[in-house]
């Protein structure tokens, strides 16, 4: 079947490097010493995926969203996930506008960069519609439906040390992830630097403090999109992929594997981490580099090896060892 998407030129690869770049470089000004989690989350919005952020408080998983707004320019809504959130305070209501006539609310689901912070704390109907919201990219709210806005993406993020009061995300919602992205504490030396920024004036409450510059707009978030969907995949790294995605599904070391999703996750991934790199085609090595984030969320480990410290990460590398690489 002949692929009706247009190849990526090799000027156009160098000129959309140029462009994501600066919007990596302008985050690395804000977000210190993250420059994985910074690049993942680039590479997911580009890809056109939503992000799970996983780390302690204060480590500045909001501050990265908030930053990527001002870079892009682009609407942030924050929305705070508590046990008592129902969905219409996600979505919107209809409110009686006059006799027998109501008028649509919108609420802060209706953003282009949405920050759903602590996310597993919301209940299981608030969460079902988040996760339409994620899927089909639009709210039904009293069985009529509305478009959500061209570069609407989630970051939502959770807590890996606290349990109490908190839902469990089903894997159903997991899957909606295109990746998930560990932000952890900083070295020594970044973390004076975090300080020495403060003395300086910095805030994380006040983006006027934060001393980024707009890079692109959401014009240029749609071109970038274009151009990771036209990034070239061989066949024989195709194949790769979905080798290491069925491999999850047999391996001992995991109780359950990825689902089809994940290899169309891990190929996009791969064509927006070969964008990065200025390249008009994706090589192994952009699959390897991001399997962990496009698959850690959608794997479980097995009991007994969970209990002896054997991380996902650890299990796909394992995996990925295993598997032959095209040349």
Same mark, same amino acid.
């Given at each position: 079947?002949?692929?009706?998407?247009?190849?990526?030129?090799?000027?156009?690869?160098?000129?959309?490097?140029?462009?994501?770049?600066?919007?990596?470089?302008?985050?690395?000004?804000?977000?210190?010493?993250?420059?994985?989690?910074?690049?993942?989350?680039?590479?997911?919005?580009?890809?056109?995926?939503?992000?799970?952020?996983?780390?302690?408080?204060?480590?500045?998983?909001?501050?990265?969203?908030?930053?990527?707004?001002?870079?892009?320019?682009?609407?942030?809504?924050?929305?705070?996930?508590?046990?008592?959130?129902?969905?219409?305070?996600?979505?919107?209501?209809? =409110?009686?506008?006059?006799?027998?006539?109501?008028?649509?609310?919108?609420?802060?689901?209706?953003? %282009?960069?949405?920050?759903?912070?602590?996310?597993?704390?919301?209940?299981?109907?608030?969460?079902?519609?988040?996760?339409?919201?994620?899927?089909?990219?639009?709210?039904?709210?009293?069985?009529?439906?509305?478009?959500?806005?061209?570069?609407?993406?989630?970051?939502?993020?959770?807590?890996?040390?606290?349990?109490?009061?908190?839902?469990?995300?089903?894997?159903?919602?997991?899957?909606?992830?295109?990746?998930?992205?560990?932000?952890?504490?900083?070295?020594?030396?970044?973390?004076?630097?975090?300080?020495?920024?403060?003395?300086?004036?910095?805030?994380?409450?006040?983006?006027?403090?934060?001393?980024? %510059?707009?890079?692109? %707009?959401?014009?240029?978030?749609?071109? =970038?999109?274009?151009?990771?969907?036209?990034?070239?995949?061989?066949? #024989?790294?195709?194949?790769?992929?979905?080798?290491?995605?069925?491999?999850?599904?047999?391996?001992?070391?995991?109780?359950?594997?990825?689902?089809?999703?994940?290899?169309?996750?891990?190929?996009?991934? #791969?064509?927006? #981490?070969?964008? =990065?790199?200025?390249?008009?085609?994706?090589?192994?090595?952009?699959?390897?580099?991001?399997?962990?984030?496009?698959?850690?969320?959608?794997?479980?480990?097995?009991?007994?090896?969970?209990?002896?410290?054997?991380?996902?990460?650890?299990?796909?590398?394992?995996?990925?060892?295993?598997?032959?690489?095209?040349?």
């Amino acid at each position: 079947m002949t692929s009706t998407i247009a190849p990526l030129g090799a000027d156009e690869a160098v000129l959309a490097a140029e462009e994501a770049g600066a919007i990596v470089e302008q985050l690395g000004r804000v977000v210190l010493g993250q420059e994985e989690a910074v690049r993942d989350a680039v590479a997911a919005l580009i890809a056109r995926g939503h992000v799970l952020l996983e780390g302690v408080p204060g480590t500045a998983k909001t501050l990265l969203v908030r930053a990527l707004s001002q870079v892009l320019s682009l609407d942030f809504r924050r929305i705070q996930f508590t046990p008592d959130l129902m969905p219409s305070d996600i979505t919107g209501v209809n =409110l009686l506008a006059g006799p027998g006539t109501f008028t649509f609310r919108q609420g802060p689901i209706f953003g %282009d960069l949405v920050l759903g912070d602590e996310i597993n704390r919301a209940p299981a109907k608030t969460q079902a519609a988040l996760l339409e919201a994620m899927q089909e990219r639009r709210v039904t709210v009293d069985g009529v439906s509305h478009e959500l806005p061209e570069s609407f993406t989630v970051f939502a993020t959770q807590n890996p040390i606290e349990f109490e009061g908190t839902y469990p995300l089903p894997e159903a919602e997991l899957d909606r992830f295109l990746v998930k992205v560990i932000v952890g504490y900083p070295e020594e030396p970044v973390e004076q630097g975090i300080l020495n920024r403060v003395l300086d004036g910095f805030e994380a409450d006040a983006p006027a403090s934060y001393g980024v %510059d707009r890079v692109a %707009d959401a014009a240029g978030v749609a071109r =970038l999109r274009d151009a990771c969907r036209r990034v070239r995949v061989e066949p #024989s790294l195709v194949a790769y992929i979905a080798a290491i995605v069925r491999a999850t599904r047999t391996a001992p070391v995991l109780t359950l594997g990825a689902s089809p999703r994940g290899s169309v996750a891990l190929l996009k991934m #791969s064509q927006a #981490s070969a964008l =990065l790199e200025g390249r008009a085609y994706a090589i192994p090595d952009d699959v390897k580099s991001l399997a962990p984030a496009v698959l850690r969320h959608r794997v479980t480990v097995a009991p007994e090896l969970e209990l002896e410290g054997v991380a996902p990460d650890a299990a796909l590398r394992g995996i990925i060892e295993k598997i032959e690489a095209p040349r």
